[in-house]
C-alpha cells in the first residue's frame, strides 16, 4: 500500500474549515474542473437524499470523465469516521467502488488560534497485479497536481474572512 500526503496551513479558524468541508459543497468546489466531476447522488447514513451535512455512514456516488475525452470513471465513497474534539477535527473516507482497489482518505484539521493545519492522507493501490507497488508510487504524479489544487481552492476560499453563502459556522454563545 502506498501512501499520500499533503499539509496546508489556512488564514481561517478551525471551525469556518471544518464547515467547508462538511457538505458536499466543499467537495465540488475543490475538484478541479479538469477532473469533470459530477455528484450523481449522496445519501445520508440513514438513507436521507442530499443531507445537509457528510456524516459517518454518508455514501457519495460519483463519476468523473478527466479533460471531458477520457472515459468515464465512477466512483461510490463512504464517510467511515468523523471525529471532533478541542483544536481538532477528522473525518475519512474509503471507496466502495471505483478505479482503486483500495482508496482511505484521512482529513485532518488542527486549530492553531485564527489558523487551520489542514492535511490529507490518502492511503491507496491501483489494480495493477504484480506490478502494483511500482505503480502505486507513481500514482503522485497524478494526486500531486489535485491536491496542490485543493489546498490552494481551500486558501482561495476561506482566507480573507468572506466565505461561501453555504459554509454555515455556528456561533458561540
Given at each position: 500500500?502506498?501512501?499520500?500526503?499533503?499539509?496546508?496551513?489556512?488564514?481561517?479558524?478551525?471551525?469556518?474549515?471544518?464547515?467547508?468541508?462538511?457538505?458536499?459543497?466543499?467537495?465540488?468546489?475543490?475538484?478541479?474542473?479538469?477532473?469533470?466531476l459530477?455528484?450523481?447522488?449522496?445519501?445520508?447514513?440513514?438513507?436521507?437524499?442530499?443531507?445537509?451535512e457528510?456524516?459517518?455512514?454518508?455514501?457519495?456516488?460519483?463519476?468523473?470523465?478527466?479533460?471531458?475525452?477520457?472515459?468515464?470513471?465512477?466512483w461510490?465513497?463512504?464517510?467511515?469516521?468523523?471525529?471532533?474534539?478541542?483544536?481538532?477535527?477528522?473525518?475519512?473516507?474509503?471507496?466502495?467502488?471505483?478505479?482503486?482497489?483500495?482508496?482511505?482518505?484521512?482529513?485532518?484539521?488542527?486549530?492553531?488560534g485564527?489558523?487551520t493545519?489542514?492535511?490529507?492522507t490518502?492511503?491507496y493501490?491501483?489494480?495493477?497485479?504484480?506490478?502494483?507497488?511500482?505503480?502505486?508510487?507513481?500514482?503522485?504524479?497524478?494526486?500531486e497536481?489535485?491536491?496542490?489544487?485543493?489546498?490552494?481552492?481551500?486558501?482561495?476560499?476561506?482566507e480573507?474572512?468572506?466565505?461561501?453563502?453555504?459554509?454555515?459556522v455556528?456561533?458561540?454563545?
Open positions: 500500500m502506498a501512501t499520500y500526503r499533503r499539509r496546508t496551513r489556512i488564514r481561517a479558524p478551525l471551525e469556518v474549515v471544518w464547515a467547508f468541508h462538511a457538505k458536499i459543497d466543499g467537495l465540488e468546489a475543490l475538484t478541479p474542473g479538469w477532473m469533470g459530477s455528484v450523481e447522488g449522496v445519501r445520508g447514513p440513514d438513507g436521507e437524499s442530499d443531507p445537509p457528510l456524516l459517518a455512514g454518508s455514501e457519495i456516488e460519483m463519476a468523473s470523465q478527466p479533460f471531458g475525452v477520457a472515459p468515464t470513471t465512477r461510490l465513497s463512504r464517510i467511515t469516521d468523523r471525529e471532533q474534539g478541542e483544536g481538532y477535527r477528522m473525518f475519512r473516507d474509503d471507496m466502495l467502488g471505483g478505479p482503486f482497489d483500495l482508496w482511505i482518505h484521512t482529513h485532518e484539521f488542527y486549530g492553531d485564527e489558523e493545519v489542514m492535511i490529507d490518502v492511503e493501490e491501483l489494480p495493477a497485479g504484480p506490478a502494483g507497488p511500482l505503480v502505486d508510487r507513481l500514482a503522485v504524479v497524478g494526486f497536481p489535485m491536491f496542490r489544487y485543493r489546498h490552494r481552492k481551500t486558501k482561495e476560499l476561506l480573507g474572512g468572506e466565505y461561501p453563502e453555504w459554509v454555515e455556528e456561533s458561540e454563545a
